[in-house]
């Protein structure tokens, strides 16, 4: 397949993931389309979620910076959070666009209107506009129910492993996620959590007809750290395993591998949650195309005080990762 001047990439998932692949790849010459999960129900957006019943901002929010080519001081405002008072864990960015979609009475009109104002480079389509939540069944028969129960699990809590995850109600796709994917030259899935930013676009209805019909390259991009609660003890291989069961056989293409160990302070932080880096037991053989290198930023991640939530301080280089899908793609 002959590739245009600008190869039209999709980058599948959401939040710090979707961030960090398209903060590099905004910097080649690219038509770049984040299709982001709309299932976040956890910090700011989950409360601005269940209080004035828009969509969950927050995922939209960091791509659409991630994407910006506004002075930074601009970017910086609509990703400040707040650390004291009423507003006291909540972005601007994500007030920004839950007042935009009040007013104009829609959250694509709120991202339009502030791509615009942030002069992004490229598109953010959310997965869906319908209202969803994500649930999974447990090996136990447990069911658990909503983002952040998946996603935060308490220190020490064993918790059995997850066997499926399903969305209720069921949802169907944002047609311009499904028509992104259909012209896509290359398909992104990652970096991200497993089963909080990845699969749940997945469960989405129409996406993974639309990403098996594509003549796009497919490319996922391995977890650095296993996540406890949903990947404990994950291999590379278990995570490919259970990307599949949603994707289905034969439709992951590239594999890009890190193989840079990140430093023994970090990796205590992980420890202490009993998270480690994902074991590489792919091999040489197998039914996709496996590229080894370093993606990984060598620098710890600090947070606000005011989020609540637990956050990587692993996270994968934009610049690295950009340059490994590009060298794919091209």
Not at 51 to 63: F, H, I, M, S, Y
Not at 180 to 204: C, F, M, R
Not at 271 to 285: A, H, N, S, T
Request: charged share 30%; proline share 5%.
């Amino acid at each position: 397949m002959s590739l245009p001047k600008k190869p039209r990439i999709v980058v599948i998932g959401g939040g710090t993931g979707s961030f960090v692949a398209l903060s590099g790849l905004k910097k080649y010459p690219v038509d770049l389309t984040a299709i982001i999960t709309m299932m976040d129900s956890g910090g700011s957006s989950g409360r601005l979620r269940d209080e004035l019943g828009v969509l969950p901002p927050g995922d939209v929010r960091q791509c659409l910076v991630a994407l910006a080519t506004s002075p930074k001081l601009l970017r910086e405002m609509f990703n400040y959070r707040f650390e004291a008072g009423e507003l006291k864990g909540h972005t601007f960015g994500n007030i920004f666009l839950s007042t935009l979609a009040k007013t104009t009475g829609s959250m694509k009109k709120a991202i339009a209107e502030v791509g615009r104002i942030l002069r992004i480079q490229g598109r953010v389509v959310p997965v869906t506009y319908a209202k969803g939540d994500l649930c999974v069944e447990l090996e136990d028969g447990r069911i658990i129910e909503g983002e952040t129960h998946i996603d935060e699990v308490e220190k020490r809590e064993k918790r059995a492993k997850i066997v499926r995850a399903f969305l209720k109600p069921q949802v169907d796709a944002n047609p311009d996620a499904v028509k992104a994917i259909l012209n896509a030259d290359a398909i992104v899935i990652g970096p991200g959590d497993l089963y909080t930013s990845i699969i749940p676009n997945l469960l989405v209805k129409g996406i993974v007809p639309a990403i098996k019909k594509s003549r796009g390259k497919k490319i996922f991009v391995l977890n650095l750290m296993t996540k406890y609660g949903q990947t404990t003890k994950h291999s590379a291989k278990d995570h490919i395993d259970d990307l599949i069961r949603y994707l289905g056989k034969e439709t992951v293409e590239v594999v890009l591998v890190n193989t840079k160990t990140p430093r023994k302070e970090t990796l205590a932080w992980y420890e202490d949650f009993e998270e480690y880096p994902v074991k590489d037991d792919l091999g040489e053989r197998a039914k996709f195309s496996i590229v080894r290198a370093n993606l990984i930023r060598d620098v710890v991640v600090n947070h606000s005080p005011s989020d609540s939530l637990k956050r990587s301080i692993i996270r994968h280089d934009s610049e690295k990762l950009a340059k490994a899908v590009w060298d794919v793609v091209t």
